[in-house]
Nanobody, 119 residues
C-alpha cells in the first residue's frame, strides 16, 4: 500500500525558515509529479509548488522567490524549503503525488503537517 508521510512542520517566527519533507513508501512502479498544497482555516486548499519528473517547477505567486521545491536523489522524496515565512503562510501543508501503483497513475495524499508562523 502506498503511503506519503510528511514531516518538518512546526511553529516559527515571521522571517524564519522551515523545511518540509515527504517520503513515498510501499509498492509502486513509478512516481510522476509531486506537489505541495496547503489549506488555511476557512480557506480552500491551494497548490503551493509542483515539480515534475524532469525537475521543472511551478509556484503560486505568493511563495515564488521564498519557497523551493526539490526531489531527493532517490526520487521518492520531495522537499519544500520555506524561507522568509510570514503569518499568511500558516496552514496545514499536504504532500501530493501522482503514482503508478497498479495499472494506472493515481493521486495520493499525505496526512498533512501543520505550519504556524507567529508575528
Amino acid at each position: 500500500q502506498v503511503q506519503l508521510v510528511e514531516s518538518g512542520g512546526g511553529l516559527v517566527q515571521a522571517g524564519g525558515s522551515l523545511r518540509l519533507s515527504c517520503t513515498v513508501s510501499g509498492s509502486f512502479f513509478g512516481i510522476a509529479t509531486m506537489s505541495w498544497y496547503r489549506q488555511a482555516p476557512g480557506k480552500q486548499r491551494e497548490l503551493v509548488a509542483f515539480i515534475n519528473t524532469g525537475g521543472s517547477t511551478t509556484y503560486t505567486d505568493s511563495v515564488r522567490g521564498r519557497f523551493t521545491i526539490s526531489r531527493g536523489n532517490a526520487k521518492n522524496t520531495v522537499f519544500l524549503q520555506m524561507n522568509s515565512l510570514n503569518p499568511e503562510d500558516t496552514a496545514v501543508y499536504y504532500c501530493q503525488a501522482i503514482i503508478r501503483a497498479n495499472f494506472n497513475y493515481q493521486d495520493y495524499w499525505g496526512q498533512g503537517t501543520q505550519v504556524t508562523v507567529s508575528s
